[in-house]
Each structure stands twice: as C-alpha cells, then as structure tokens.
C-alpha cells in the first residue's frame, strides 16, 4: 500500500506545470522602447505585468509579445493545472538619460587580473540585454572613492574623486566588453583580503 501510495504521489507530481523559459530582450532600456517577451512552458499560461498590469493575458505554451515599458516592469508568467502551479518573472529596468546604471565585476570572477599594484576587471555588458542604447558619459558611483581606469574599444578616461565623470565614450553602444582598472594603496595586496571586492562605473546611456 505505501508502495502504491508513493507511486502516485510520484505521478502526480510529474503531472504539475512547469515553465521552461521566460526572457525579457533587451531587458535594459529607455523609456518607451520595445522589448521583447519569450517563455516556454507545459502547458497554457497567463502572462502579466507590474506595476500597473498593463499586461494582462492569456498565452500559448510558447511564444513571444512585444511590449513598451515607460517605467521600470516586472513581467510574470503563470502556469496551473489540476496538479499545481509554476510561476517565473523578470524585469525590464527602464532608464531615462538622467539616471546613471551602475555596473561591475567582482574579483572573484575569472577575468579579474591582480598584478604588481594594479587590480584589473572585465564588465561584459551583453547586446541582447543592453539593446541599442548609447553611452552619454560614464562616472564614479557614489560610493566608490578611488581612481579608476577605463577602457573601450581604444579610449581610455581616468575617473577620480576629483574627476569622477568623463565624456570620452560618449556615442559608443553601451553593450560592449568595458576594462576597469586601479591602482593598489600601500595597504593592499594581491591575493589578500584587503583587495576591494570589486570594482565598478555608472553609465549614463540614452536611446539611439
């Protein structure tokens, strides 16, 4: 009998809904501008959208909608049936030319580099995500009290506590592969804890 009982309960699960897939692209914009929903699911499924639920409809087991946020949305897809539910969401930030993005890497990812007295990161801002938004100008966060190197496709700007925001890659697609570098204090050392955590810069970007 729990052999019996265990078994079914086995099924039943198996039979529940499941979501495969829900993306939003790119899911970085300006006001306005159009991204685009895709999910995968067992199943029929209801897909909404907050603040506002301007989005409120049901969809195929799998497909796609395009849709024009005006202020940062959270897109969520549902799934139900006689033996459960499954639920997904994922945000689409929109961003207007005065609100600065941060962005980063931490050391510990692979492509951080320590040598000598310099701390090295790679921000790859990927393009299905970052659209074809353009850079204004890049700038120190608030937080961030140091010197720092930037590199893109071949400019370089130095930001600093005394110049914390530069204009040099003004123009240039935000996605993009962005080399951040500082240099190290007398009391940091690579491989010690005493390296920041990370290292990042706050991009301005407008609609193209």
Request: aromatic share 2%; proline share 8%; net charge neutral.
């Amino acid at each position: 009998m729990r052999l019996l009982t265990l078994l079914i309960v086995v099924l039943v699960t198996g039979c529940g809904p499941k979501i495969h897939a829900l993306r939003a692209e790119p899911n970085v914009v300006c006001s306005g501008s159009a991204v685009t929903i895709t999910w995968s699911a067992s199943t029929q499924a209801t897909l909404t959208s907050r603040p506002g639920e301007r989005l409120v409809m049901p969809v195929a087991k799998s497909g796609s909608v395009r849709d024009s946020p005006s202020a940062t949305t959270t897109y969520r897809l549902d799934v139900r049936n006689a033996f459960g539910r499954d639920a997904r969401q994922v945000d689409v930030d929109v961003r207007t030319p005065s609100e600065p993005k941060v962005v980063g890497a931490s050391v510990a990812d692979p492509a951080t580099r320590c040598e000598g007295d310099t701390l090295s990161v790679e921000v790859e801002l990927p393009a299905a995500l970052w659209g074809g938004l353009r850079v204004q100008d890049v700038r120190l966060p608030d937080d961030l009290h140091r010197t720092v190197r930037v590199e893109r496709d071949g400019r370089v700007a130095t930001l600093g506590p005394d110049e914390p925001r530069a204009t040099t890659f003004a123009g240039l697609p935000a996605a993009g592969t962005w080399l951040l570098r500082t240099p190290l204090s007398s009391t940091e050392h690579c491989g010690s804890a005493t390296v920041p955590r990370s290292l990042s810069i706050s991009l301005a970007v407008a609609c193209p």
